[in-house]
């Protein structure tokens, strides 16, 4: 399945198959650079999740994911414009941070500053070989604004990023999953089919895992120990003593599910 075609309007398209929302950067004659109305097109879809919604996954329309923050929009704005525009990236990157639902992206082409940043923000990156990740604020002067020094470092470590924004290093789709900014590398032109494909495998977990996965385990991460292993057994008691896990349970020990084999 490749993703759907490109078009002029809207800046941000929405489809759905079955649980799986597909949700599509849409500005390809400016290579999905973010501008204000595509970030809070971002905002009110994800604000508004419909209830069946499962599972989400973010592309961008055309060759490239994005090329990140839209340039000509910075040029008139002052240091306290400044400030509470990168806060509010940060209150739309964390509503796919925090979302209710897993969110994959799917990337190819330029995955260039603010897009890297997006793409951080979600809890899934698959790419295809065309994908590149930079970050060329070094080279123009200013500094990651979505959340990048806080999700980039956790993912590639301080020095990889650093690296990055000094010297403008540009790493490619292989370089990619080695260094932990992705997770799949797909075939050529198939990073929305496979993003999609694994949409369909987390939209089938139990809500509480989905839950446990991405609200708990990324704070207990972050905790000390002890604090982070009381809130494991808080969680792992609330998601096992669910209906749900009792019957998937069921269903392995009566051998109606499949067994765990490698791929
Ligand atoms: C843009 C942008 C943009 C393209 N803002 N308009 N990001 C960058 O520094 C990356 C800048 N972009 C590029 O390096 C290249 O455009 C690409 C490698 C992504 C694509 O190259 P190409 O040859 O396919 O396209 P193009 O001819 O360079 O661009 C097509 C159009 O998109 C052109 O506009 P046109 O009106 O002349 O057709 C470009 O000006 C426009 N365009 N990228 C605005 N980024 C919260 S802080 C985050 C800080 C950052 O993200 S810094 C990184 C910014």
């Known amino acids: 399945m490749s993703a759907p075609p490109a078009g002029s309007d809207p800046v941000l398209t929405v489809a759905r198959r079955g649980a799986v929302m597909g949700v599509g950067l849409n500005r390809p004659a400016k290579r999905n650079a973010l501008n204000d ?150 075939e050529a032109g198939g990073a929305y089919a496979k993003a999609m494909e694994l949409a369909d495998k987390v939209a089938a977990n139990a809500p509480l895992t989905n839950f446990a996965v991405l609200h708990a385990l990324p704070m207990i991460a972050e905790s000390n120990p002890q604090a982070g292993l009381v809130m494991e057994s808080l969680m792992a008691t609330v998601a096992q003593s669910d209906k749900e896990a009792k019957k998937r349970i069921r269903d392995f020990l009566d051998r109606k599910t499949a067994k765990v084999r490698p791929t």
């Open 37 to 186: 109305t595509l970030i809070l097109a971002i905002d009110a879809c994800f604000a508004e999740l419909d209830d069946d919604v499962r599972a989400v996954v973010v592309h961008g329309v055309g060759e490239h994911f994005s090329a990140g923050l839209d340039l000509s929009e910075l040029t008139e704005r002052d240091a306290a414009e400044g400030l509470w525009h990168s806060r509010m990236w940060h209150r739309v990157f964390d509503r796919i941070a925090h979302c209710r639902v897993p969110v994959i992206a799917a990337l190819q082409g330029a995955v260039i500053g603010g897009g890297l940043e997006l793409a951080c923000a979600a809890h899934i990156r698959v790419a295809e070989p065309s994908a590149y990740f930079a970050l060329p604020e070094g080279q123009r002067g200013i500094f990651v604004g979505g959340g990048g020094s806080v999700r980039l470092p956790r993912l590639i470590g301080v020095a990889r990023m650093a690296d990055m924004m000094l010297t403008g290093r540009v790493y490619s789709a292989a370089e990619g999953v080695a260094v932990g900014f992705t997770q799949y590398l797909a």
